[in-house]
C-alpha cells in the first residue's frame, strides 16, 4: 500500500519550534517531488515548501522564508519540515505530498501531486 504518514504536529507557544515528519512507505521519496502545504478551514491548500525530484531546485512561501527548512532522510524514507520561530498564522493541518513526475514550474499546486498524507495539526498558541 502506498502511503504518506505525517507525524510531528502539536500546540505550540508562538516562538516555538516544531519537526513535522512524512514518512512514505510502498514507494521511494528519492526521486520524486516532494511538497509540504498547510491549510485551515475556509482556504485552500497552501504550499509551504517544496523540493524539485533531483532536489535542484526549492521554493518556500514567503510567508515561512528564514524559519522553515525542508529536508530528507532517504535511508529512513522521510522528509522533514524544520518550523522555527512559529506564529500564530502558522496555526494550520500541514500535509506531505509526493509526485514522481511533477514539474518545476507546478510544484506550488497542490492539485499536481499524487500522493498525500492524512495530515498533523500544527496550532500556534499562547
Known amino acids: 500500500q502506498l502511503q504518506l504518514v505525517e507525524s510531528g504536529g502539536g500546540l505550540v507557544q508562538p516562538g516555538g519550534s516544531l519537526r513535522l515528519s512524512c514518512a512514505a512507505s510502498?514507494?521511494?521519496?528519492?526521486?520524486?517531488?516532494i511538497g509540504w502545504f498547510r491549510q485551515v478551514p475556509g482556504k485552500e491548500r497552501e504550499a509551504v515548501a517544496c523540493?524539485?525530484?533531483?532536489?535542484?531546485?526549492?521554493d518556500y512561501a514567503r510567508s515561512v522564508r528564514g524559519r522553515f527548512t525542508m529536508s530528507r532522510d532517504n535511508a529512513q524514507n522521510t522528509v522533514y519540515l524544520q518550523m522555527t520561530s512559529l506564529k500564530t498564522e502558522d496555526t494550520a493541518l500541514y500535509y506531505c505530498?509526493?509526485?514522481?513526475?511533477?514539474?518545476?514550474?507546478?510544484?506550488?499546486?497542490?492539485?499536481?501531486?499524487?500522493?498525500w498524507g492524512q495530515g498533523t495539526q500544527v496550532t500556534v498558541s499562547s
Open positions: 510502498g514507494f521511494t521519496l528519492d526521486g520524486r517531488a
Open positions: 505530498a509526493a509526485d514522481q513526475n511533477l514539474i518545476t514550474s507546478s510544484l506550488r499546486v497542490a492539485s499536481e501531486y499524487d500522493y
Open positions: 523540493v524539485s525530484r533531483g532536489r535542484l531546485y526549492s
